[in-house]
């Protein structure tokens, strides 16, 4: 599957940004889909999921500022980031989970939140 991550930026702190990742195929085929980050000169981490339920999980750092959701018409999860800090200046990623194809990663979207 081929997945299409963007909607990356420049922005202030304090302020929002969307991120979309386009997949190939439909959503609902995959059991969970994800977000994780890798900010300069760390390793990469989880942001969070929503399985093909609905269930959404976040990593406590955003837990309360960034939301997860999707449209199934347009094949695509979004990451809605709001209250942005500089801390969260990453590459940002989505990930799809199938059972039938394994793990795909989509390129990354830079984000860069400036103090």
């Known amino acids: 599957v081929q997945l299409q991550a963007s909607g990356g930026g420049l922005v202030q702190a304090g302020g929002s940004l969307r991120l979309s990742c386009v997949a190939s195929?439909?959503?609902?085929?995959?059991?969970?889909m994800g977000w994780y980050r890798q900010p300069p000169g760390k390793q990469r981490e989880l942001v969070g999921i929503m399985t093909s339920s609905g269930s959404t999980y976040y990593v406590d750092s955003v837990k309360g500022r960034f939301t997860i959701s999707r449209d199934s018409a347009k094949n695509t999860v979004y990451l809605q980031m709001n209250s942005l800090k500089p801390e969260d200046t990453a590459v940002y990623l989505c990930n799809a989970i199938s059972t039938v194809s394994g793990t795909d990663w989509g390129q990354g979207t830079l984000v860069t939140v400036s103090s």
């Open positions: 195929r439909s959503i609902f085929s995959f059991a969970q």
